[in-house]
């Protein structure tokens, strides 16, 4: 039914270390990514700041942490989460009457980019650790 894989596309080994694939994510985790987060960001509808993130409790933290893993396995965001605000910004010294004179910025929740650098780090670990890159590649 399927032509195989030819032999110059790399499959990934699936018996490495599965921990960043499949695993819980920790609090570790999503400290790692609230802390690199930078602040006077604007948030998204949430109104949920970096700042507010980073001034979490614990017992909150947990809290979140249980629906970032609920949304992991089930791969269900909730809709809230995934409403975004477009703002039209005006570009520099452009006509502000023409459509063409704006650019548009867009607001997502605070939660949703925390999650969303989780699973980033966690597949750019795997890729690292499965030599993916090319060893002269930069940038990505």
């Keep these: 039914m399927y032509s195989p894989i030819p032999s110059s596309i790399r499959t990934i080994n699936r018996s490495t270390d599965r921990y960043h694939q499949d695993d819980a994510t920790t609090i570790t985790e999503l400290n790692n990514a609230i802390q690199i987060s930078k602040n006077n960001k604007t948030p998204g509808i949430d109104s949920i700041?970096?700042?507010?993130?980073?001034?979490?409790?614990?017992?909150?933290?947990?809290?979140?942490?249980?629906?970032?893993?609920?949304?992991?396995?089930?791969?269900?965001?909730?809709?809230g989460w995934m409403t975004a605000?477009?703002?039209?910004?005006?570009?520099?010294?452009k006509d502000l009457t023409q459509i063409n004179s704006y650019r548009p910025i867009t607001l997502l929740n605070t939660t949703l980019k925390i999650l969303k650098?989780?699973?980033t780090n966690r597949l750019n670990w795997h890729l690292s650790n499965n030599n993916f890159?090319?060893?002269?590649?930069?940038?990505?």
Excluded: D, V, W
């Design 117 to 119: 650098k989780i699973i």
């Design 49 to 79: 700041s970096n700042e507010c993130l980073k001034h979490l409790l614990t017992t909150a933290k947990h809290k979140l942490l249980r629906i970032f893993n609920k949304i992991y396995n089930t791969g269900i965001i909730p809709n």
């Design 133 to 140: 890159f090319h060893p002269e590649q930069y940038g990505y």
């Design 85 to 93: 605000i477009i703002l039209p910004t005006p570009k520099p010294g």
